[in-house]
């Protein structure tokens, strides 16, 4: 069975793709430079892909960035720091990034004659990206299934595995499945160091802390 998969580089997307091998041997991971505010991320996806020994395609839709403003992840906005249910953390949103990313990927997984069409989202993202949230990805299957029926597997869907779980579940299932965190990255600022003080670097904390796991993460703070 082949499944693809988006691929941020970050602890949920990597720990999908550890969860996918064990149930698809056709696994193709696929990340985006949309021109987000730096591309860490991207060179832990192509580590953690070579090391699942799995097919990997880094797609550039750079050119968008201009169209996206508005958002500390891809204009000279300040990342805020504090908790993702602070008012703030909503600076970070990038409008209809996901519906861009999942569009581009399904037709690649047309192309391709995979079975499902997989992202990372999970309950945590449902503060404050809508294009995280259960309804968003159920209505888009269905338009997505709609606007290729007669040019996809029939069984191709899209699914979101984590949805109804947080990022501590997956920091769990991720030391089940001996997921190398220390190669992932998370950080919305993009220093040497997880900075430790953005929504996502207090996520990762949380997340490693309530598991009970080891945080192999290095912080600035």
Same mark, same amino acid.
């Given at each position: 069975?082949?499944?693809? +998969?988006?691929?941020?580089?970050?602890?949920?997307?990597?720990?999908?793709?550890?969860?996918?091998?064990?149930?698809?041997?056709?696994?193709?991971?696929?990340? =985006?430079?949309?021109?987000?505010?730096?591309?860490?991320?991207?060179?832990?996806?192509?580590?953690? %892909?070579?090391?699942?020994?799995?097919?990997?395609? $880094?797609?550039?839709?750079?050119?968008?960035? !201009?169209?996206?403003? &508005?958002?500390?992840?891809?204009? +000279?906005?300040?990342? !805020? /720091? &504090?908790?993702?249910? /602070?008012?703030?953390?909503?600076?970070?949103?990038?409008?209809?990034?996901?519906?861009?990313?999942? +569009?581009?990927?399904?037709?690649? %997984?047309?192309?391709?004659? %995979?079975? $499902?069409? %997989?992202?990372?989202?999970?309950?945590?993202?449902?503060?404050?990206?809508?294009?995280?949230?259960?309804?968003?990805?159920?209505? #888009?299957?269905?338009?997505?299934? $709609?606007?290729?029926? /007669?040019?996809?597997?029939?069984? #191709?869907?899209?699914?979101?595995? =984590?949805?109804?779980?947080?990022?501590?579940?997956?920091?769990?299932?991720?030391?089940?499945?001996?997921?190398?965190?220390?190669?992932?990255?998370?950080?919305?600022?993009? #220093?040497?160091?997880?900075? &430790?003080?953005?929504?996502?670097?207090? /996520?990762?904390?949380?997340?490693?802390?309530?598991? &009970?796991?080891?945080? !192999?993460?290095?912080?600035?703070?």
């Amino acid at each position: 069975m082949k499944a693809v +998969s988006i691929m941020s580089g970050g602890m949920d997307s990597v720990t999908l793709a550890y969860f996918l091998k064990q149930t698809y041997d056709d696994l193709i991971l696929v990340s =985006f430079d949309y021109g987000q505010r730096h591309k860490k991320e991207l060179e832990y996806a192509v580590i953690q %892909a070579d090391l699942l020994k799995a097919k990997h395609q $880094i797609i550039d839709i750079s050119g968008i960035k !201009p169209l996206l403003k &508005g958002s500390a992840l891809t204009d +000279s906005i300040d990342v !805020p /720091e &504090g908790h993702y249910e /602070e008012p703030t953390m909503s600076q970070t949103v990038v409008p209809n990034r996901n519906a861009i990313m999942l +569009s581009i990927a399904w037709g690649l %997984a047309c192309s391709e004659k %995979a079975d $499902i069409l %997989a992202c990372g989202v999970h309950s945590g993202d449902n503060a404050i990206y809508p294009d995280c949230r259960p309804y968003f990805i159920q209505n #888009l299957n269905e338009t997505l299934r $709609i606007g290729t029926m /007669e040019h996809r597997k029939e069984n #191709l869907r899209l699914v979101a595995p =984590f949805i109804q779980h947080d990022k501590t579940w997956i920091a769990a299932k991720g030391k089940e499945l001996g997921v190398p965190f220390e190669k992932t990255w998370t950080c919305y600022k993009g #220093l040497d160091k997880h900075c &430790g003080k953005c929504g996502a670097c207090v /996520e990762r904390k949380e997340a490693f802390r309530d598991s &009970g796991g080891n945080d !192999p993460t290095i912080y600035e703070d």
